[in-house]
């Protein structure tokens, strides 16, 4: 359970007694009242957040209280995350298609540390793995890029924002049925979630919606733009680019996984960008060696100027099949 949530019960006994109604409510009044004046001291780039949170390690739901107290985070509404795909002939481990570039990817979830999430092409279908736990921390992390073999995943490493809880329902990537199958997604970027947004999804998907992200609804309306364009990427894109271009959004940077496609979509308003975030945060770069193709976020690999960087307002597809790699413009 750790400290803290000891931390907070001992303050509300010792403000009431044990077993005190009156001291536990007067111990929460005293949390809150320091959480709002560390608050107001702090930089506004600096947040004191507390929220609950459903963990479903060992496949049980247990409600845990989660402090991230001096956690520094961009302006309020930013999302922040990082992606990692692969494609390749063989299968491979997480590692294995990391290479010397693990011990990076793993060293980001210290900041990026919301949960982490791997899609993954198993022998029955997409295999998901999700967790709450930062990824430098969970024995499952550590075991399944050892272990863990597939010849197509996409990765997740979360940066949540104070709105959101951080729970299994809004850990990346999603699962949902496309018009050919399921689809794995996974998302870097803040959509504004309003009803320009939900009038671009289909009813029964905005029935079907696991968690509270802007991110899932975004998945919801591509799966409808799919269902417009036969299953087609390149051309529900396009539509769908189009029709988000008078949302505000930071970014609509995504890995896909089908059981027949790999995609990473790279498009994001510069203008929007967080003014505390690196001019190329939402850079996404790709390479292809040795029947392994490869796509990440900026600072997942340590140097990025080897590879190729995937053009703002493009689409890179991998035909899981036969292992070819074409860009598409997508506006």
């Known amino acids: 359970m750790g400290f803290k949530p000891i931390l907070a019960a001992l303050i509300m006994v010792g403000v009431g007694g044990l077993g005190s109604l009156t001291g536990a409510v007067a111990g929460g009044f005293i949390l809150n009242a320091i959480e709002v004046a560390l608050q107001t001291l702090l930089p506004p780039n600096v947040i004191v957040s507390r929220c609950y949170y459903l963990h479903d390690r060992n496949y049980h739901f247990v409600y845990v209280r989660k402090w991230d107290v001096w956690k520094t985070r961009p302006g309020k509404g930013v999302v922040l995350c990082r992606l990692f795909a692969w494609h390749s002939a063989e299968p491979l481990s997480a590692a294995e298609a990391?290479?010397?570039?693990?011990?990076?990817?793993?060293?980001?979830?210290?900041?990026?540390?919301?949960?982490?999430?791997?899609?993954?092409?198993?022998?029955?279908?997409?295999?998901?793995?999700?967790?709450?736990?930062?990824?430098?921390?969970?024995?499952?992390?550590?075991?399944?890029?050892?272990?863990?073999?597939?010849?197509?995943?996409?990765?997740?490493?979360?940066?949540?924002?104070e709105e959101l809880s951080v729970c299994i329902p809004n850990t990346h990537p999603f699962i949902k049925q496309g018009p050919l199958g399921e689809i794995a997604f996974c998302h870097n970027g803040g959509v504004r979630s309003d009803y320009s947004l939900t009038a671009l999804i289909d009813t029964d998907l905005q029935a079907e919606f696991e968690g509270e992200t802007d991110s899932e609804q975004y998945f919801a309306a591509l799966i409808s733009q799919l269902r417009k364009c036969d299953g087609d990427f390149v051309s529900a894109y396009r539509a769908l680019v189009k029709d988000l271009a008078a949302i505000h959004y930071t970014s609509i940077n995504s890995l896909i996984l089908s059981a027949t496609e790999l995609v990473i979509v790279c498009k994001h308003k510069p203008e929007n960008r967080s003014p505390d975030l690196e001019p190329n945060y939402y850079d996404l770069f790709w390479k292809s060696n040795d029947g392994v193709t490869s796509a990440w976020s900026s600072g997942v690999r340590r140097d990025s100027n080897n590879f190729h960087k995937l053009k703002n307002g493009s689409l890179l597809y991998i035909n899981i099949a036969t292992g070819e790699v074409t860009t598409h413009q997508i506006g």
Do not use: M
């Open 98 to 161: 990391l290479g010397s570039d693990l011990e990076c990817f793993t060293d980001l979830s210290q900041i990026h540390r919301d949960g982490w999430g791997l899609a993954y092409a198993g022998s029955e279908g997409i295999e998901l793995v999700r967790d709450v736990s930062p990824a430098y921390t969970s024995s499952s992390f550590s075991k399944l890029v050892a272990d863990g073999q597939s010849t197509n995943a996409i990765a997740h490493l979360r940066w949540a924002t």
